[in-house]
């Protein structure tokens, strides 16, 4: 079965930091584009970062540009987002999926991270 399972998200105070992961299962995310999507409530759903199928080129929205950081592990079967800095506007479910020209094929259920103090 396909699946993809975030982890990792959960309470942080402002300036905290947090690491979430996401495993897939049924499936090798090694030809993939993997990114991180989040959506905060009332919001749309934003795409917040991603990494290349060798790893060799990643992309982060403006906001979280030096803050955050995507990396991949193929032998695993992971990718991972660590997040530092954290603020009150990172509150959100981050979603973790596996693209191909450009569309996710596979997404994650969500974790959620709350930034407050």
């Known amino acids: 079965q396909v699946r993809l399972l975030e982890s990792g998200g959960g309470l942080v105070q402002p300036g905290g930091s947090l690491t979430l992961s996401c495993v897939a299962y049924g499936f090798t995310i090694s030809p993939y584009t993997m990114t991180w999507y989040r959506q905060a409530p009332g919001s749309d759903r934003e795409l917040v970062a991603s990494?290349?199928?060798?790893?060799?080129?990643?992309n982060y929205v403006d906001s979280v540009k030096g803050r955050f950081t995507i990396s991949r592990d193929n032998v695993r079967n992971t990718v991972y987002l660590q997040m530092d800095s954290l603020e009150p506007g990172d509150t959100a479910v981050y979603y973790c999926?596996?693209?191909?020209?450009?569309?996710?094929?596979?997404w994650g259920e969500g974790t959620r991270v709350t930034v407050e103090g």
């Open positions: 999926t596996a693209a191909q020209v450009g569309r996710p094929v596979y």
């Open positions: 990494i290349t199928a060798s790893g060799g080129r990643t």
